[in-house]
């Protein structure tokens, strides 16, 4: 939001291509075994042994998925690989490289890039990830960013969207909405900056939600706890969307309905405080929000005593046969169709 002016600004093409992707890269290190050969060849090299791999990738790009005016360069480095590990978590998979491309418009120093990178090296170093390579080109305006990530995972351990059955318990991990919600201030702040840009805003109220939407995190220590308490999913996916539409990817790839209760979702009292303020129904928010990154996932009743008492879970549902269809139950025991509202249309 704030430009410092007494900043260096250094243009791209004092630096050609390679020096950049050697100044860019120079800080990364190798730590896994299965990482044979890194930056610096025409491709790395990789060996796995007897583990399954996952592979992901997306691809985000600057005025659609990020908007620079509000979210710091080294925030963004940090939640494009965050986004992508929460993607190989998502398969019951530990995450061990990635790749990162960026094409990037001249209107960007050689300052903002170093900030980029600042932020994927700290992801990389608190998820112990290594970075493996990429690529650099230009682009005629904005910033792109594509990392692919890849995980290790034991045989028959990964867990997909297609495998949650009639009875099964609906979990979800942490709180949900919080993301959204930060957004939501950090959209009302650009505009009070817009009107007077002396109006420093205080914004320490909502610190929790901001963190969610500038610094999210990937769950890695849920898949080391359902590791250590032997339990494997029935099914699970990475909340980006928002909870409505996660469930249903459940259902659908898994045939199967549920029933989600409305009083089970949990918030955290910033998101409910903050809701009450900007007016909007908490529940909405956590069906619809989305950028949450927690986990999703069902697991047999069997299998309750293992998650009972954990407060990393909380039981939202459970799954029923196909034909009863998907349901949220709200607070008032009525019974309302789900509805995949997803985050991106839910301005209007
Ligand atoms: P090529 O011409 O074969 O595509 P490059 O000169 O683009 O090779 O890349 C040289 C090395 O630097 C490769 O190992 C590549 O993966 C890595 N690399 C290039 N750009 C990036 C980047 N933005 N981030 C990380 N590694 C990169
Ligand atoms: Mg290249």
Redesign the pocket.
């Known amino acids: 939001m704030i430009e410092d002016k007494n900043q260096q600004r250094t243009p791209l093409s004092d630096l050609g291509?390679?020096a950049l992707?050697?100044h860019?890269?120079k800080a990364?290190k190798i730590n896994h075994k299965s990482t044979i050969k890194?930056?610096?060849?025409?491709?790395?090299v990789l060996e796995f042994k007897e583990k399954r791999i996952v592979v992901t990738t997306d691809l985000l790009v600057e005025g659609v998925h990020f908007d620079l005016s509000y979210m710091p360069l080294k925030h963004l480095g940090y939640k494009a690989v965050i986004v992508n590990l929460s993607d190989v978590y998502a398969m019951n998979a530990d995450a061990t490289q990635i790749?990162?491309?960026?094409a990037v418009s001249n209107r960007f120093p050689i300052e903002a890039l170093e900030e980029l990178?600042s932020g994927i090296e700290t992801a990389a170093k608190i998820y112990n990830i290594d970075?493996?390579?990429?690529?650099?080109t230009s682009s005629t305006s904005g910033l792109l960013i594509s990392i692919t990530a890849i995980g290790e995972v034991k045989e028959d351990n990964e867990v997909y969207r297609n495998g949650a059955k009639p009875n099964d318990l609906l979990i979800v991990t942490g709180d949900l909405g919080g993301a959204y919600m930060g957004l939501q201030v950090l959209e009302r702040e650009k505009e009070v900056y817009k009107v007077n840009p002396n109006n420093q805003p205080d914004l320490e109220q909502y610190s929790y939600i901001m963190e969610r939407q500038l610094k999210p995190e990937a769950r890695k220590d849920i898949i080391k706890l359902l590791n250590d308490l032997d339990l494997k999913p029935s099914s699970m996916i990475d909340i980006s969307d928002g909870l409505s539409s996660e469930v249903m990817h459940l259902c659908r790839q898994s045939n199967v309905g549920c029933d989600l209760y409305e009083s089970k979702i949990p918030l955290d009292p910033q998101v409910i405080s903050t809701c009450e303020e900007f007016d909007i129904d908490s529940t909405t928010i956590a069906l619809n929000g989305g950028e949450d990154y927690e986990l999703l996932f069902t697991i047999s009743q069997d299998d309750y005593s293992k998650i009972k008492a954990n407060p990393n879970f909380t039981v939202i549902g459970f799954m029923k046969e196909k034909s009863a269809g998907m349901h949220l139950i709200t607070r008032a025991e009525t019974k309302i169709p789900l509805k995949a509202q997803g985050w991106k249309n839910f301005n209007d």
């Open positions: 291509e390679f992707i050697n860019l890269t990364f890194g930056i610096g060849d025409d491709a790395a790749t990162v491309s960026i990178y970075v493996i390579g990429g690529d650099t």
